[in-house]
């Protein structure tokens, strides 16, 4: 099984997702990708009281305001600005329930702030339930259902991991180890989705994103880490080698703090380009704590002052 999904672990996939937003459409929703225009996306930092205004405040992970491509199907007829909300909400409990009421909340809340037309959707990390559909929220008066809110659902465990990771969609690809994959070949699948991002064409910081996923929701045991040392350093692997480090690299470097300072700053030249002399300096008097502080905050940075090292 994948690594139980953690907070750090939801943040890892709202940047990926806020990076790779038409490859998600086009993954799970093909259909749909043709319909919006993602060449200039507005992300709204969207923070909402439930009760105001003193009710529990929530902040919702992804919503996007995007224009319609010309031509597309009308949302309702009383629609006339080509303008819509997608709101995603990534999910890592065991079950659906929760969120269930929580996305009818939500899009009540978005739908009369905007006014616009909102496309819920939720991403379900550990359940999978028909892996791509529609769920339900009904609420019932005395036998009578007097709502009934629909929200589209990626459910990634119910997915065949093996059809993701060897497909052209490279965030599918970065996700597959999320979906269902026979024990026996993660390993091979791994190295063979740290491959095919590599050959696809995308920049340093995409490419770090993508493995980043991929590997940290693979969860090899000490004797697979191992095997896929081995595979990767084979020759049909060489290009992937020096743009990749690999989980079990990473596993080795993070156990002396030397080697944990050298990955941090690997990273940061991946994302950020070649680094000032003082700010390499400054990673290198970072004690351990700093250092993994450091860590952390890099999935979320936008630039080298956000990690409080350049003035």
Same mark, same amino acid.
């Given at each position: 099984m994948p690594n139980s999904p953690s907070p750090d672990h939801d943040q890892r996939l709202k940047v990926l997702l806020k990076e790779f937003f038409e490859q998600f459409f086009l993954c799970f929703f093909p259909d749909w990708a043709a319909r919006f225009d993602f060449t200039n996306i507005d992300w709204l930092d969207k923070e909402i009281f439930l009760a105001p205004p003193q009710g529990e405040k929530r902040q919702l992970d992804l919503v996007a305001r995007l224009r319609l491509r010309p031509g597309a199907p009308p949302l309702a007829k009383d629609v006339t600005d080509l303008v819509a909300l997608v709101h995603i909400e990534v999910e890592s409990r065991e079950s659906a329930a929760a969120l269930r009421p929580r996305m009818f909340?939500?899009?009540?809340?978005?739908?009369?702030?905007?006014?616009?037309?909102?496309?819920?959707?939720?991403? $379900?990390?550990?359940?999978?339930?028909?892996?791509?559909?529609?769920?339900? $929220?009904?609420?019932?008066?005395?036998?009578?259902?007097?709502?009934?809110?629909?929200?589209?659902?990626?459910?990634?465990?119910?997915?065949?991991?093996?059809?993701?990771?060897?497909?052209?969609?490279?965030?599918?690809?970065?996700?597959?180890?999320?979906?269902?994959?026979?024990?026996?070949?993660?390993?091979?699948?791994?190295?063979?989705?740290?491959?095919?991002?590599?050959?696809?064409?995308?920049?340093?910081?995409?490419?770090?994103?993508?493995?980043?996923?991929?590997?940290? $929701?693979?969860?090899?045991?000490?004797?697979?880490?191992?095997?896929?040392?081995?595979?990767?350093?084979?020759?049909? $692997?060489?290009?992937?080698?020096?743009?990749?480090?690999?989980?079990?690299?990473?596993?080795?470097?993070?156990?002396?703090?030397?080697?944990?300072?050298?990955?941090?700053?690997?990273?940061?030249?991946?994302?950020?380009?070649?680094?000032?002399?003082?700010?390499?300096?400054?990673?290198?008097?970072l004690s351990a704590e700093d250092l993994d502080r450091l860590t952390i905050n890099l999935v979320k940075a936008e630039s080298l002052k956000d990690l409080h090292l350049e003035d």
């Amino acid at each position: 099984m994948p690594n139980s999904p953690s907070p750090d672990h939801d943040q890892r996939l709202k940047v990926l997702l806020k990076e790779f937003f038409e490859q998600f459409f086009l993954c799970f929703f093909p259909d749909w990708a043709a319909r919006f225009d993602f060449t200039n996306i507005d992300w709204l930092d969207k923070e909402i009281f439930l009760a105001p205004p003193q009710g529990e405040k929530r902040q919702l992970d992804l919503v996007a305001r995007l224009r319609l491509r010309p031509g597309a199907p009308p949302l309702a007829k009383d629609v006339t600005d080509l303008v819509a909300l997608v709101h995603i909400e990534v999910e890592s409990r065991e079950s659906a329930a929760a969120l269930r009421p929580r996305m009818f909340e939500y899009y009540a809340h978005l739908r009369r702030d905007t006014g616009l037309a909102v496309l819920p959707i939720g991403l $379900y990390l550990r359940v999978g339930l028909d892996g791509v559909g529609w769920q339900a $929220y009904e609420e019932f008066f005395w036998g009578h259902r007097i709502l009934c809110f629909e929200y589209a659902y990626v459910g990634l465990p119910a997915l065949d991991g093996e059809q993701y990771a060897l497909g052209e969609n490279v965030l599918g690809v970065a996700l597959s180890q999320l979906m269902r994959v026979p024990p026996e070949r993660r390993v091979e699948l791994v190295a063979e989705g740290l491959k095919r991002i590599t050959q696809a064409g995308q920049s340093d910081w995409r490419r770090m994103l993508l493995s980043e996923c991929l590997e940290a $929701y693979s969860n090899l045991d000490e004797q697979q880490r191992q095997r896929l040392q081995s595979i990767m350093s084979s020759e049909q $692997y060489a290009e992937v080698r020096p743009i990749m480090m690999t989980t079990f690299e990473r596993g080795h470097l993070a156990g002396e703090l030397a080697g944990q300072r050298k990955a941090a700053i690997m990273q940061m030249e991946a994302r950020f380009g070649a680094l000032p002399g003082a700010v390499k300096q400054r990673v290198e008097s970072l004690s351990a704590e700093d250092l993994d502080r450091l860590t952390i905050n890099l999935v979320k940075a936008e630039s080298l002052k956000d990690l409080h090292l350049e003035d």
